[in-house]
């Protein structure tokens, strides 16, 4: 067995771990486990996390701005 875990089965879940902010997206998670009676101490990481996902999307959305839809 390896060490790598069983796909996840929605696709959405599945691309985070190619997602630039996967890093973010788990100290949030990590966070959420230790404090999980107070979620305002997390709250700089879903900050981070947000303003992550919100960079990686306006820079995917440049790159589409170049395809075509029919190419």
Do not use: W
């Not at 985070?16 to 788990?26: F, G, K």
């Not at 990481?45 to 075509?68: G, I, M, P, Q």
Request: net charge positive.
């Amino acid at each position: 067995m390896g060490s790598r875990a069983a796909t996840p089965p929605y696709p959405s879940a599945a691309r985070i771990a190619d997602s630039q902010c996967y890093p973010q997206y788990t100290a949030s998670l990590k966070c959420l486990e230790e404090f999980s009676s107070d979620k305002s101490k997390c709250q700089e990481h879903f900050d981070v996390y947000k303003e992550c996902k919100k960079k990686e999307r306006e820079a995917r959305l440049e790159r589409n701005k170049t395809r075509s839809f029919f190419s």
